[in-house]
């Protein structure tokens, strides 16, 4: 059973920085795309971010030019940097991995970790 266990995050003012984690218990390797979900109170979840096997990494725009994902294999782990937040921002981030068999596609995801950003 895969699982993936993201920390990092936490209360910040606007205008700070925090930097999640989401570490799996399996090679991530075998997924095809990891990312970060978020999800805030009333608001449907969205994709915030996303990394391929290559470490090519794509952006929602309201966090373009301010979070950063990242993937380290040693680890088996991939992070968000996120900067300059917003109390936009402020919701529960997801981590979430995607692994395409074929005919197959099998989706996993975090417990999410709460970003609370203050004005």
């Known amino acids: 059973q895969v699982q993936l266990v993201e920390s990092g995050g936490g209360l910040v003012q606007a205008g700070g920085s925090l930097r999640l984690s989401c570490a799996a218990s399996?090679?991530?390797?075998?997924?095809?795309?990891m990312g970060w979900y978020r999800q805030a109170p009333g608001k449907q979840r969205e994709l915030v971010a996303a990394?391929?096997?290559?470490?090519?990494?794509n952006y929602a725009d309201p966090v373009k030019g301010r979070f950063t994902i990242s993937r380290d294999n040693a680890k088996n782990t991939v992070y968000l940097q996120m900067t300059d937040l917003k109390s936009e921002d402020t919701a529960i981030y997801y981590c979430?991995?995607?692994?395409?068999?074929?005919?197959?596609?099998?989706?996993?995801w975090g417990q999410g970790t709460q970003v609370t950003v203050s004005s």
């Open positions: 979430h991995a995607v692994d395409l068999q074929p005919g197959n596609r099998y989706d996993y």
């Open positions: 399996t090679s991530i390797f075998r997924f095809n795309d």
């Open positions: 990394i391929n096997a290559s470490g090519r990494g």
